[in-house]
T-cell receptor, first 110, second 114 residues
Framework: QKEVEQNSGPLSVPEGAIASLNCTYS??????FFWYRQYSGKSPELIMF????GDKEDGRFTAQLNKASQYVSLLIRDSQPSDSATYLC??????????FGTGTQLKVEL | DAGVTQSPTHLIKTRGQQVTLRCSPK?????VSWYQQALGQGPQFIFQ???????QRGNFPDRFSGHQFPNYSSELNVNALLLGDSALYLC?????????????FGAGTRLSVL
């Protein structure tokens, strides 16, 4: 079982819709949870981080964490073509090592 | 305010050679982490440096070594290069006092081993 699992996609959504990206993790001791966006040929860009159960909102982005079910999700409201990218979920445990999933490719269609 | 800067941007080496990659953290950051990202994969943690010492290491062989300087900049050295070392090498820095888990990436160095 992979430590951090994501559906590779592609996930296609129409412009203006809500995109929902999901991630599960295997280590119950995981403490911090991150979403990065990576455009093709570029480096990962930090979008959100969340530490506690519940929702955290920042502009069009909402991160949701459920530690009991070991999943974290990212919602993107009013999706734009510029949101088309690969979204990487990452978690940390007791140390500062980020463990990444393989990413979900999001395509926002006009 | 410059972000995390890495050099060089691209590098081509042959098997068996050695390579040094460089990273300057963002202003106000004191912790540097290195990752390797193969095509189609998520980044894999190599190690993290804080106060000029390796604080944590991932599952990479001893051919991968690093250093952090008093100005917080860092180097990644890879010896005896293998074809499988071809990847995007990412440096990430973390804010001072933040514990090192919030990490901001540089643009990366793309290494090709022929």
């Amino acid at each position: 079982q992979k430590e951090v699992e994501q559906n590779s996609g592609p996930l296609s959504v129409p412009e203006g819709a809500i995109a929902s990206l999901n991630c599960t993790y295997s280590d119950r001791g995981s403490q911090s949870f991150f979403w990065y966006r990576q455009y093709s040929g570029k480096s990962p860009e930090l979008i959100m981080f969340i530490y506690s159960n519940g929702d955290k909102e920042d502009g069009r982005f909402t991160a949701q964490l459920n530690k009991a079910s070991q999943y974290v999700s990212l919602l993107i409201r009013d999706s734009q073509p510029s949101d088309s990218a690969t979204y990487l979920c990452a978690v940390t445990g007791g140390g500062n090592k980020l463990t990444f999933g393989t990413g979900t490719q999001l395509k926002v269609e006009l | 305010d410059a972000g995390v800067t890495q050099s060089p941007t691209h590098l081509i080496k042959t098997r068996g050679q050695q390579v040094t990659l460089r990273c300057s953290p963002k202003s106000g950051h004191d912790t540097v982490s290195w990752y390797q990202q193969a095509l189609g994969q998520g980044p894999q943690f190599i190690f993290q440096y804080y106060e000029e010492e390796e604080r944590q290491r991932g599952n990479f062989p001893d051919r991968f070594s690093g250093h952090q300087f008093p100005n917080y900049s860092s180097e990644l050295n890879v010896n005896a290069l293998l074809l499988g070392d071809s990847a995007l090498y990412l440096c990430a820095s973390s804010p001072r006092g933040g514990g090192g888990n919030i990490q901001y990436f540089g643009a990366g160095t793309r290494l090709s081993v022929l």
